[in-house]
């Protein structure tokens, strides 16, 4: 937080509105033009981003009039994305760190695992595609769409199909990482 405070609001937003719609790597996604707020002490090379966030936003005039009493509702429509989620705003984060931390120990991180329903498993393997790291999905069988499936599968993510719900898997993902190299985006 000390470092924030070097700097006034004024400073911040100049800089921070400088970068918005740029392509300038890596501040012109809507993550990290913020990056002095996201994760501060990250190098630009360590930083795994599609350009992600910057999505429009869409007036909703009626329904917020209509069901919510407002006179002036904007919605955020995070799905338009490289992979239909809004898990890709932190996923972009989460797999920059762990290309960070990979660099500085090899051998530290192998992968990285998660447990899902769709939107997790998607985010991660595809920020892991794009960083060359591997990543393990654990996905409860049949109560997923093929949808869903696809995208881990075609990111080239190890993807276990296991016989519980997502708490199970979760329990079994907390398992392995907690005896392997394999780091938990849970």
Not at 127 to 151: E, H, N, R, T, W
Request: neutral net charge.
């Amino acid at each position: 937080m000390d470092g924030l405070k070097r700097f006034d609001a004024a400073h911040w937003k100049k800089l921070f509105d400088g970068r918005v719609g740029t392509t300038l790597w890596p501040y012109g996604s809507g993550v990290w033009s913020k990056k002095e707020w996201v994760l501060p002490g990250i190098g630009d090379d360590d930083i795994v981003s599609m350009f992600e966030g910057g999505t429009n936003l869409f007036w909703a005039e009626r329904f917020g009039r209509e069901a919510l009493g407002m006179s002036d509702l904007w919605v955020k429509q995070c799905g338009n994305s490289h992979t239909g989620s809004f898990k890709d705003l932190g996923m972009t984060v989460l797999v920059s760190q762990v290309n960070r931390i990979r660099k500085l120990r090899p051998g530290a991180i192998s992968a990285v695992g998660c447990a899902s329903t769709g939107d997790t498993s998607a985010a991660l393997s595809a920020y892991c595609a794009a960083a060359g790291i591997p990543s393990i999905v654990f996905l409860p069988a049949d109560k997923i769409s093929l949808a869903q499936l696809v995208q881990p599968i075609a990111n080239g993510a190890l993807v276990l199909s296991i016989d519980t719900d997502f708490d199970g898997c979760m329990k079994l993902i907390k398992e392995v990482t907690a005896e392997t190299p394999i780091y938990l985006a849970n």
